[in-house]
């Protein structure tokens, strides 16, 4: 089952909280890549990297939760807050996934 996950950044966080965990944070999507199959930031009107965004299989919500705890930006203070949606790919590199009759 696949899963979006949105990150909403903490307005107040220290600005060099991204570029000081970054590492750590990458190392750990790559670890995880079984799991997670894209993220990156979303971007404000400035173009800057804000809050951000994950395409996840996984099992469960549960799983997909567990997941995120152990982030390394989540401790940090950067993330005020995430939400965990259910998605269902239907379109992917030109091809339908599915058939609509």
Avoid: C
């Avoid at 996840?56 to 940090?76: I, K, M, N, Y």
């Amino acid at each position: 089952m696949k899963f979006i996950i949105l990150f909403e950044d903490a307005p107040d966080a220290d600005p060099d909280i991204r570029k000081t965990h970054m590492k750590k944070h990458l190392n750990f999507l790559e670890q995880n890549s079984n799991m997670i199959e894209a993220a990156g930031p979303l971007s404000d009107d400035a173009g800057q990297g804000r809050d951000g965004l994950w395409i996840v299989e996984a099992g469960s919500e549960d799983e997909v939760d567990r997941l995120v705890h152990q982030d390394p930006f989540l401790p940090t203070g950067l993330r005020q807050s995430y939400s965990i949606i259910k998605w269902r790919q239907v379109y992917l590199n030109g091809v339908r996934l599915i058939d609509p009759s």
